[in-house]
T-cell receptor, first 114, second 108 residues
Framework: KAGVTQTPRYLIKTRGQQVTLSCSPI?????VSWYQQTPGQGLQFLFE???????NKGNFPGRFSGRQFSNSRSEMNVSTLELGDSALYLC?????????????FGEGSRLTVL | GQQLNQSPQSMFIQEGEDVSMNCTSS?????WLWYKQEPGEGPVLLIA?????ELTSNGRLTAQFGITRKDSFLNISASIPSDVGIYFC????????FGTGTRLKVLA
């Protein structure tokens, strides 16, 4: 069974640009959640999607957005990039809702903002 | 952002030694998860705990869900070099909150 797949694995952007990251959950998993990981703040919850609906959102500015498609694949977008957005962005999937099961993580997308 | 208190922050141990780390919170959680993360990779789930007092093992790893539901610990017995990595706890309410991580280095 394939794991959670995130693309791209690495990317470099400049301030002011926008970026879109993609996540394909484990087959059959319907919930996708996104996390930002930085050395200073650790793993921070961004948002969670289930059946194409955003269920929960973390404390991030509106520049961070996401969506989920009918096949459970998810994308997150960050607009007007800032230097502080440099981080490893992790996607995790669960069979049902994220508050009822275990999170299975992808390998992450490492974003560097110059 | 919110993080759980995890200790120790880092540790060097000799191969063969046992390791213990724990997470504490002021909040009550319904689930505790323990993850290991290696450089350049995403966290890998080690153990999941769902009930207060629950003690669960996975090979050389043993974890417990604290009776107060505010803490959890992870033990690694007879450590080996491949145990090197960062270990995270995660506690769940309506979302998961992660610990600050314990960086483990094993000296052969």
């Amino acid at each position: 069974k394939a794991g959670v797949t995130q693309t791209p694995r690495y990317l470099i952007k400049t301030r002011g640009q926008q970026v879109t990251l993609s996540c394909s959950p484990i087959s059959g998993h319907r919930s996708v959640s996104w996390y930002q990981q930085t050395p200073g703040q650790g793993l921070q919850f961004l948002f969670e999607y289930f059946s194409e609906t955003q269920r929960n959102k973390g404390n991030f500015p509106g520049r961070f957005s996401g969506r989920q498609f009918s096949n459970s694949r998810s994308e997150m977008n960050v607009s007007t990039l800032e230097l502080g957005d440099s981080a490893l962005y992790l996607c995790a999937s669960t069979p049902g809702l994220a508050d009822t099961g275990e999170l299975f993580f992808g390998e992450g997308s490492r974003l560097t903002v110059l | 952002g919110q993080q759980l208190n995890q200790s120790p922050q880092s540790m060097f141990i000799q191969e063969g030694e046992d390791v213990s780390m724990n997470c504490t919170s002021s909040s009550i959680f319904n689930t505790w998860l323990w993850y290991k993360q290696e450089p350049g990779e995403g966290p890998v789930l080690l153990i999941a705990l769902y009930k207060a007092g629950e003690l669960t093992s996975n090979g050389r790893l043993t974890a417990q869900f604290g009776i107060t539901r505010k803490d959890s610990f992870l033990n690694i017995s007879a450590s080996i070099p491949s145990d090197v990595g960062i270990y995270f706890c995660a506690g769940r309410t309506y979302k998961y909150i992660f610990g600050t991580g314990t960086r483990l280095k094993v000296l052969a």
